[in-house]
């Protein structure tokens, strides 16, 4: 099974390039205007939230996604300069790595792949889906510097 995730983005050309980054998972894009709808659509396991959307967007978007996965992760997207708004983000990420979303996305799913009952049982927690995700980490964060 894919994990699905809800990118929350307001200019159409970054929401084109990070849905194909994130091309290896289930990805479904709207609007901040939108998002409400696409949220109640379904149960998701990560939501990126994009450096436009406004913190009281985010945060009411959050809190209905909860109602339904109480589970689900959160990454808020933020340029250098940006301070930190999103109170409610489990991972930040940096616009100054390019492969920063990628790394964010794959050790927040490959750790909820592994320590939530939601979606697997413990004794099949070190799927092959799983191994998978740890090589691509591994492999991404030799490629960038980054760990």
């Known amino acids: ?15 084109r390039t990070r849905t194909e980054l994130l091309q290896d998972w289930q990805i479904v894009t709207a609007s901040s205007r939108d998002a409400g709808e696409a949220i109640q659509a379904r149960a998701y396991d990560l939501l990126i939230f994009s450096q436009t959307v406004l913190e009281e967007t985010a945060n009411s978007l959050i809190s209905r996604a909860r ?13 250098e300069e940006q301070e930190g708004s999103l109170a409610s983000a489990t991972y930040r ?8 979303l990628r790394i964010a996305v794959a050790r927040l799913l490959s750790l909820s792949g592994q320590n939530s009952d939601h979606r697997t049982c413990s004794r099949h927690s070190k799927t092959p889906k799983i191994k998978v995700l740890k090589r691509f980490l591994n492999e991404a964060a030799e490629k960038s510097g980054y760990r």
Do not use: F, T
């Open 93 to 100: 990420v940096d616009l100054s790595n390019p492969d920063g």
């Open 1 to 15: 099974m894919k994990e699905w995730i809800l990118i929350i983005e307001d200019r159409p050309v970054l929401l």
């Open 67 to 79: 109602a339904l996965n109480p589970h689900v992760k959160v990454i808020a997207i933020s340029a």
